[in-house]
């Protein structure tokens, strides 16, 4: 029976200027913990682990409360997509009606039905 072979990843070591500078930058409301573990590649609870370390006002065993800024930022990144997602579907059903007007004046001046009819029995091949 093979083994598996399971790599570890290599310990990264962070200095303190770097841990005091993701700290500011969750403190500013720049970033959320959540953000600057997925930026950085470090695990939430070891950027916990520093907020209570190195910050000025959050220390263990406090609840951190996310800053409201923060979540203002999400809204407004979501209202923005979400505005953005609306263009685009006026502009496909501007489209859709244009090429439903396009084939009832080509019927109407060809004499051909273009429209697939539901109760039509198929071609006999």
């Known amino acids: 029976m093979e083994k598996k072979q ?3 990843k290599p310990k ?3 200095s303190e200027e770097f841990k005091k500078a993701r700290v500011k930058e969750y403190e500013s409301g720049k ?3 959540l953000e600057i573990s997925r930026l950085y ?3 939430k609870s070891v950027v916990y682990i520093w907020i209570y370390r190195y910050s000025t ?3 263990s065993g406090l609840k951190v409360v996310e ?3 923060s979540s203002e930022k999400k809204v407004k ?3 923005k997509k979400i505005s953005e997602l ?3 579907v006026g502009q496909k059903q501007i489209m859709i009606d244009y090429l439903e007007t396009m084939m009832e004046v080509a019927e109407q001046e060809l004499n051909i039905d273009i429209k697939k009819k539901f109760d039509t029995p198929q071609s006999k091949k």
């Open 12 to 14: 990264r070591v962070f």
């Open 86 to 88: 609306e263009r685009i």
């Open 77 to 79: 990144e979501l209202l």
């Open 31 to 33: 970033l959320t913990t």
């Open 57 to 59: 006002y959050n220390k």
């Open 67 to 69: 800053m409201s800024k």
């Open 6 to 8: 399971v790599k570890l």
């Open 41 to 43: 590649g470090i695990s």
